[in-house]
């Protein structure tokens, strides 16, 4: 890893764990989503990724913060595609925090939106999109149909990014014990 890929995984993770430790006290009927900072040349976004249509299956899969950010230009060497984005996820672990970095190739980046994909070779291809206008982010992951080895069939799951104090107050008595 390069001395530059290291501080941006550094500095995301810093981030991502005072998050993950702060619950306020919030009164909310509807989800509070989470809210994109946009500039002409970088976004970034933070919260907990929650399907949109829950299961009992589905419950509690996720309980880590995710933070985006994307850059226009500087990713040519890295990902082959000059805007790029690094998503980080902090997920509490008994007493850890485990971390997991993922760069991500822009395929799509106008005024109404960015379009970043992660074409596994295995299971999954994943699309994530931040609507610029609306200042939200959604997410699909999708099974391939030719895909083999333990991978889940057929498998399509859309989640929006809440806001991640929201989403952890209202989770705190689902929580399993």
Known sequence: MTFAKALVAALLALGLVATAQSTPSIDRKQPKLA??????????????WEPANPTEKNRFLLFGVDRIECWRTGGRVLLGTDSFCVTAEAIQKTETIDVDINWWKVVEWNEAEIIMVDDSPFCNISQTTIDLISKTATHLDLSKPNAKHGCIFPYKETYYLRDGVDYHYAHLADKPK
Do not use: H, L
């Not at 809210?35 to 907990?48: F, H, K, L, N, T």
């Open 35 to 48: 809210e994109a900072s946009v500039s002409p040349d970088y976004v970034s976004i933070e919260g907990v």
